[in-house]
């Protein structure tokens, strides 16, 4: 069954805007990465995230690990064009063996 | 570095048929997945080998195997495809054993099947 819930599924937004997505679970994980993936390429990773609390930035990319350890989130700040993408949140849940993939936000800026 | 290479990037097949798919991981990777990534299911778990041994598997069924070479390069066999394989197949490596560290993504096989 779904084991994460990422929201929004699309986003629509001004170039310049910050976006925020996120990533929730009703268990409990040791780990979050979050990727993004152009057309017709592989997700490629944007942060990874091991404790709970933590907070990573990786340029105007900024992830945290909930404190709960069943969320994650994701901000961008000043979206730019090639931003453009679906960007996926990926977690290991707590004594499983392989990783969970969100269904993934797709965003799309208007210049 | 390289990074994961797929091959071939695009595949059309018809029904019926088998198909092989290759996977080159990052140099001194040792563990390699595969995912099928469709619109409506998202990224699907398919298996992940490290040193030659298939050390998790997802819940697809027995058409769908693989395999793993001592030089860590891994191949995807689907056979007897049906329409519904259609799909991009993601292969992803990463450097250690530990089953948090990163997945390492290629950039796919688009299997198109008719």
């Known amino acids: 069954g779904q084991q994460l819930n990422q929201s929004p599924q699309s986003m629509f937004i001004q170039e310049g805007e910050d976006v925020s997505m996120n990533c929730t679970s009703s268990s409990i994980f040791n780990t979050w990465l979050w990727y993004k993936q152009d057309p017709g390429e592989g997700p490629v990773l944007l942060i990874a995230l091991y404790k709970a609390g933590e907070l990573t930035s990786n340029g105007r990319l900024t992830a945290q690990f909930g404190i709960t350890r069943k969320d994650s989130f994701l901000n961008i700040s000043a979206s730019i064009p090639s931003d453009v993408g679906i960007y996926f949140c990926?977690?290991?849940?707590?004594?499983?063996?392989?990783?969970?993939f969100g269904q993934g936000t797709r965003l799309t800026i208007n210049p | 570095k390289a990074g994961v290479t797929q091959t071939p990037r695009y595949l059309i097949k018809t029904r019926g048929q088998q198909v092989t798919l290759s996977c080159s991981p990052i140099s001194g990777h040792r563990s390699v997945s595969w995912y099928q990534q469709t619109p409506g299911q998202g990224l699907q778990f398919l298996f992940e080998y490290f040193s030659e041994t298939q050390r998790n598997k997802g819940n697809f069924p027995g058409r769908f195997s693989g395999r793993q070479f001592s030089n860590s390069r891994s191949e995807m066999n689907v056979s007897t495809l049906e329409l519904g394989d259609s799909a991009l197949y993601l292969c992803?490596?990463?450097?250690?054993?530990?089953?948090?560290?990163?997945?390492?993504f290629g950039n796919g096989t688009r299997l198109t099947v008719t």
């Open positions: 990926a977690g290991l849940i707590q004594g499983a063996q392989k990783l969970v």
């Open positions: 992803a490596s990463k450097g250690t054993s530990s089953y948090n560290s990163p997945l390492h």
